[in-house]
């Protein structure tokens, strides 16, 4: 099931004159027109750093972007901050219970308010000269400020941002892309019975890539290299992403126990009114995205060795804990699996235009007590085990694609959605370089 096309977001206004493009983002245009449909992009896109610039400024700082969840924010004053290029953006929970984004810059004299990752405060106090901002982004107190400047109209510069089922999404372009609440509708009835809003973190780890974020993000988007993944085939079938006709003979057992437990999930998911249908638009809207509950292998609950859930209080209202894995991946940034016992939610951010930090969450009931309910090396082994691995495999093709011998080659059958994301990306470089 698809969407029907969403409208440009923020068309340029009729009669606008025709955008001066820079050089570095005219040279990235003429790299994406000469790439062949269904083959990879040209080396400098992964590798030269003025084009890393345009993909800061057309794409992260334009569209939707993840950036944490409610868990991670869970009382007034907690706060979290992310970089995108040079721009900081502060999230945090004010005394009201809301949850609001600012940019992280002092109205004073521009210095970088609040520097650590995730924190907690009472104001937002500047470290040069003490200009103090409520939670709700108002100037509380400016030492020895004229008579003639106003607080009132110092208060924190805000950022656009949208709370999806407990998923945290900001965007720093003055008209965001205006899909998201499209997209919210559809995957919220997917998210709602995992109840992310009543969970807490139970871990996060930072890993840095050695590569482009959008070699990243093509890692993610297909399981061709998934014998990899020792750790994560336990439960995760390795016909996953193949099609009938694209499934070898040797696997044929495997995709056979596929089926008869995707039907038995199918049963599952009627029964309890989940929905459980693959829908997905991942190319032609701003906010690409698809959703599914699909099967996991072995016992069919959670990412472990055996398929067995890892927290022993459900999420949510849920009682059964053989539900698999609900599936969400949205453009450019993020993927998510939840399970009945927990949710794991994944954040790739860019931080230069070779390195790439993916932050990864996990996220359990908010009763659920460690060392009783879950044990955090258990509940975190097979993601921390396989995003080491996938950093190897980025950090390979970064060294690759920056060699003068390198030349893109044609994606394979099982690697559609490495396609759609590359093609996502070329559509919103090109809109947003004609407005």
């Known amino acids: 099931m698809t969407l029907a096309p969403s409208r440009p977001a923020r068309p340029a206004r009729p ?7 820079t050089a570095p983002t005219a040279r990235l245009l003429a790299l994406l027109d000469e790439r062949r449909p269904g083959w990879g992009l040209p080396g400098a896109c992964y590798t030269d750093p003025e084009l890393h610039e345009v993909d800061l400024r057309l794409v992260w700082q334009r569209q939707w972007v993840f950036v944490g969840s409610v868990a991670e924010v869970p009382e007034p004053g907690d706060y979290l901050t992310v970089d995108l290029g040079s721009a900081s953006v502060l999230v945090l929970r004010d005394d009201d219970g809301d949850v609001r984004a600012f940019r992280n810059v002092c109205r004073h004299r521009g210095a970088r308010l609040v520097a650590e990752s995730h924190g907690s405060v009472g104001n937002i106090v500047c470290g040069y000269h003490r200009w103090t901002y409520g939670t ?7 030492p020895q400020l004229p008579p003639e400047a106003d607080p009132a109209c110092l208060g924190l510069r805000t950022v656009h941002l949208r709370d999806v089922a407990g998923l945290l999404f900001v965007c720093l372009a003055p008209e965001p892309p205006d899909d998201l609440d499209t997209v919210a509708d559809v995957v919220t009835p997917y998210l709602e019975p995992h109840a992310i809003a009543r969970t807490k973190v139970a871990a996060q780890v930072d890993l840095v890539e050695r590569g482009n974020w959008k070699l990243t993000m ?36 495997d995709h056979d ?3 008869r437990a995707e039907t038995d999930l ?22 690409g995205f698809r959703v599914q509950r699909e099967p996991l292998d072995g016992l069919g609950e959670s990412f472990s060795e055996t398929g067995g859930r890892l927290v022993r209080r459900l999420l949510g209202d849920l009682t059964d804990a053989k539900l698999g894995r609900l599936g969400l991946h949205l453009q450019p940034n993020t993927w998510f699996h939840a399970m009945a ?16 930090l993916v932050r990864t969450t996990w996220l359990v009931d908010a009763d659920a007590a460690e060392g009783v309910d879950y044990d955090v090396e258990e509940l ?46 070329a559509a919103r470089v090109r809109e947003e370089a004609a407005r």
């Open 15 to 21: 009669g606008a004159a025709v955008p001066d493009l």
């Open 136 to 142: 709700d982004g108002a100037l509380l107190h400016a």
């Open 218 to 253: 093509e890692n993610n988007r297909e399981c061709y290299h998934c014998d990899g993944h020792p750790e994560l085939l336990c439960s995760l079938f390795p016909t996953w992403g193949l099609a009938e006709h694209q499934v070898p003979e040797r696997l044929r057992a």
């Open 257 to 259: 126990r596929y089926l």
């Open 266 to 287: 199918l049963n599952r998911c009627d029964a309890m009114g989940l929905p459980h249908a693959l829908v997905e638009d991942l190319v032609r809207r701003p906010v």
């Open 341 to 356: 016992d927990h949710v794991v939610t994944f954040a790739a951010l860019p931080l230069t235009h070779d390195s790439t």
């Open 380 to 425: 975190t082994a097979t993601w921390r085990a396989t995003n080491e691995q996938d950093a190897a495999f980025v950090e390979l093709t970064q060294a690759g694609v920056a060699d003068p011998g390198y030349e893109p080659g044609p994606y394979s059958e099982a690697e559609d959605q490495v396609e759609a994301f590359v093609s996502w990306y």
